[in-house]
């Protein structure tokens, strides 16, 4: 029998900052110039269309809150690839 435990944070206070990381997961470095994309915007957006991503390409997104105050929670990454675009 496996039991798992799960740490939960809880946030205090409202949303402050969104923040969207899209990595290229195709890339042999994550220091490459054009491994991630970084988008912030306020809390009030609801939704988000990120162009110019490569063709037949696996990209990871994580999401990040941030509350006043600074602190934040992240999501887990969220793992796709791109049609081929032919």
């Known amino acids: 029998m496996?039991?798992?435990a799960a740490a939960v944070t809880e946030l205090q206070g409202s949303a402050n900052q969104l923040t969207l990381n899209v990595i290229n997961e195709n890339m042999t470095s994550y220091s490459a110039d054009?491994?991630?994309l970084i988008l912030t915007m306020s809390?009030?957006?609801s939704q988000v269309l990120v162009?110019?991503?490569e063709p037949d390409t696996?990209?990871?997104?994580?999401l990040t809150v941030t509350?006043?105050?600074?602190?934040n929670i992240t999501s887990d990454p969220?793992?796709?690839r791109t049609t081929s675009g032919g």
């Not at 696996?58 to 994580?62: G, I």
């Not at 509350?67 to 602190?71: D, I, T």
């Open 2 to 4: 496996c039991v798992y």
């Open 34 to 36: 054009n491994s991630t």
């Open 43 to 45: 809390a009030d957006v």
């Open 51 to 53: 162009s110019d991503l």
């Open 58 to 62: 696996v990209y990871s997104s994580v």
């Open 67 to 71: 509350v006043h105050g600074g602190s």
């Open 78 to 80: 969220d793992v796709t």
